[in-house]
Structures are given as C-alpha cells and as structure tokens.
C-alpha cells in the first residue's frame, strides 16, 4: 500500500499529466481556429479566370455556390478558378498533409460602379476656295483716254498696280497706245476648333452638351375664344442652336465601349428668315448625325462628311462689250465663290473607376497656407512673444 505522501504525489503527477494533454489539445484547437481565420480575399470580373498555384498537392476542393465562380483542378497543385456571375463566394482547398487555404471570391460585374468620360473635339473645315481672274486695259491717243476695271480712272505713267494680288502682269503689247493689266489670285481656308468638350457620365446614363444658345419663337396659339375673336395669343419657344452633343454609353466588356452618338452643329440663317405676326424669325442651318457605334477604350473615332456647300459667281464689265462670246473676257472680270465646310467630330471613350480613378483624373489643388485676413486685422493683434518669453506684468 501506498503511503498518503506517496499518494499525494501520485495524484499530483496524474493532474499534470492531464492538464499537459489539455494543453496540447488547446493548442491545436486554437491553431485549426487561427487557420479557420485567414480568408484569402480575391476580386473578379464576370468572365475572367484567375490560375493558382498551391505548394502541396490538392486533395479537395469546396465551392460555396459554383454559380458565380468554379475551381477547375488542372494537376495536382494548380487550379484554375472561373467567375460566372456577380456576387460573393468561398472556395477552400485541401492539401496533403492537412493544410487546406480559404479564398473568399468577390465577383463583379464588368460595368459596376465605372464611369466614362467621353473626349469629344468638334471642328469645321474651312474649304473656301476665292478665284479672281480680271483684266484691265488702257487706250490714250492725243484726243482720247478709255480705261476699264483698275483703268476706269483714267491713269497715266507711271503705273501703280493694285496691292493684294498674287499675280500681276502689265505690258504693253510693245505699242505707245495700249497698256493692259492681268491679275489672278486664289484663296483658300483652313479649319477651326468649334468645341472640345470633356464629359462624363454613369454606365446606360445619357449625358448632354450644348455651347450656344436658344433663339425665341413666337408660336400662335389655335382655339379657343381668344382664337375664334380673331386675336390668338402668341407665346414664346426657345430653339437650341450651336455645337450640341448628346450621348448614351455602355460598358459591354473591359475592352469594348457601346456609344450612341447626335452630334450636331447649328447656325443662325437670316437669308430664309420668316416673318410672323411683326417677328423676323432665322432659320437653322443644321448639320446632326446619329450613329451606334462599339469602340475600343482609349481609341478615337472620327465621324465626318457632313458638308455644307455654296457657290457664287459675280461678273463685272462693260456693258454690252462683256457679253460678246470669247472676246467679252478682255473687258470683264468675273469672281467665283466657293464656300464649303466639312464638318469633323472626334470621339474618344475611357472608362473610370470612381472609388480608384487615375492620377491623371485627379486634380490637385494645393492647400492655403497664408492668412489672407491677417495683414488687415495685423495692427490689432497683441505682438508675438518669442517661446519662453514670460507674459509681460
């Protein structure tokens, strides 16, 4: 038999065995709980995969709903995990040895919470073409003095020919009598930037731009016992003209941008003006095109042809003398006016995150350091002590 101090002692020695046990078993509850913790978090876009490599070889794989994302098992330590639709899942992993890794996957929509700015530059090309062909001639003998066109004042040498003329060429034909002039000059256009607007709007939002103005017009109103006494009322509408942009866009991919586009340009046309009820109201000369169109981000797209186009000729001379056939060109000059303009409207597309935008997105504004206020409140402030300085008694 044991004695009571060998007894205690054995007691004691079978309680620190088993709190040593609980203490193991405590341990490993509390590391499988550390590693139940670390989730992996990974986001996606619906239709893009994400390949994994693991560093032991996979013995299961779990996927909370494999409607939104899948894990495909390509050998034993690589997969390949496949996002479906939008929404949250987990995917856990087991591999050899009991070491097993959570991901906890976020999978997003191509379009969700991206914004776009579309870049749009309107000009007009100025293709004027100006043609001026006159010839003038001089006829003086000891009892007569006939000019034509620059002529037409009676000159006498020495000749000044006009400025502003390209081309000018005077003889005289190698008589004393005869003294002609031939001028010739061409002038053409350039193009000119009418709007160059920066807008941007949500995904499927439609956004609008309009640089210009609004003309009033009268509108008769019909019916009514105003109408039937013969005084109908007039009200006032506002017509929109300028450089006008409206535009609806969608994000269809990471790549791919649906836009659709009306563009259009207008003026003031007081040549087909009306007049009604006392009120002169100006035409709109128009130039609008409306197109859907899928452009890649960044890219630009160039939408043209839309001309407007006039010609005019205007014919001067001596009466009679210029509508002889061939020879009526020796006393006439005749002017033609070529007026056409192109319109051109280049279009450029980028997508935006809002919650991470680019650098170059983000405009800086450096913060205000100076008191402006404090120069004019300056003689009213107590004087600043230097640090330590006691306060005066």
Request: aromatic share 4%.
């Amino acid at each position: 038999m044991l004695a009571p101090r060998g007894i205690r002692a054995a007691l004691l020695g079978v309680a620190a065995v088993g709190c040593a046990v609980c203490s193991i078993a405590a341990t490993a509850r509390a590391q499988e709980h550390v590693q139940e913790d670390v989730v992996t978090p990974i986001d996606m876009s619906v239709g893009r995969s994400l390949p994994l490599t693991v560093s032991a070889p996979i013995t299961k794989v779990a996927v909370a709903n494999p409607d939104i994302a899948d894990v495909v098992v390509i050998s034993t330590v690589e997969l390949v995990i496949n996002a479906r639709a939008p929404g949250e899942t987990d995917a856990i992993i087991w591999q050899e040895g009991g070491a097993r890794k959570h991901y906890r996957l976020t999978v997003k929509s191509t379009s969700e919470h991206k914004q776009i700015i579309v870049s749009i530059k309107f000009a007009e090309v100025d293709r004027n073409v100006l043609r001026t062909i006159s010839t003038s001639a001089q006829y003086e003998d000891a009892n007569n003095l006939v000019g034509t066109n620059n002529f037409s004042t009676g000159v006498t040498n020495p000749i000044s020919i006009a400025s502003g003329e390209f081309i000018s060429v005077l003889t005289n034909f190698d008589t004393q009598k005869l003294l002609g002039l031939l001028q010739a000059q061409e002038q053409k256009g350039r193009s000119r930037t009418l709007a160059e607007p920066t807008v941007m709007a949500g995904n499927k939002e439609p956004a609008d731009f309009l640089a210009g103005g609004e003309v009033p017009i009268p509108v008769v109103q019909t019916g009514g016992s105003a109408a039937t006494s013969g005084g109908a009322p007039v009200t006032i509408a506002y017509k929109e003209y300028g450089v006008k942009l409206h535009f609806v866009a969608e994000i269809l991919s990471d790549t791919l941008i649906q836009l659709q586009l009306t563009p259009e340009v207008s003026t003031l046309d007081y040549t087909n003006a009306i007049t009604l009820s006392g009120f002169k109201i100006p035409a709109l000369s128009t130039r609008k095109v409306q197109s859907t169109v899928d452009v890649r981000r960044g890219e630009s797209l160039i939408l043209s042809g839309m001309f407007n186009d006039s010609w005019s000729k205007d014919k001067t001379g001596i009466p009679l003398l210029m509508n002889i056939p061939i020879l009526g060109d020796l006393f006439s000059s005749t002017q033609w006016q070529h007026n056409q303009t192109e319109l051109l409207v280049v279009v450029t597309p980028i997508v935006i995150d809002p919650l991470s935008p680019r650098p170059q997105d983000i405009l800086q504004l450096r913060p205000d350091t100076t008191l402006p206020a404090r120069d004019a409140i300056k003689h009213l402030l107590p004087p600043v002590r230097p640090q330590g300085t006691p306060p005066p008694r």
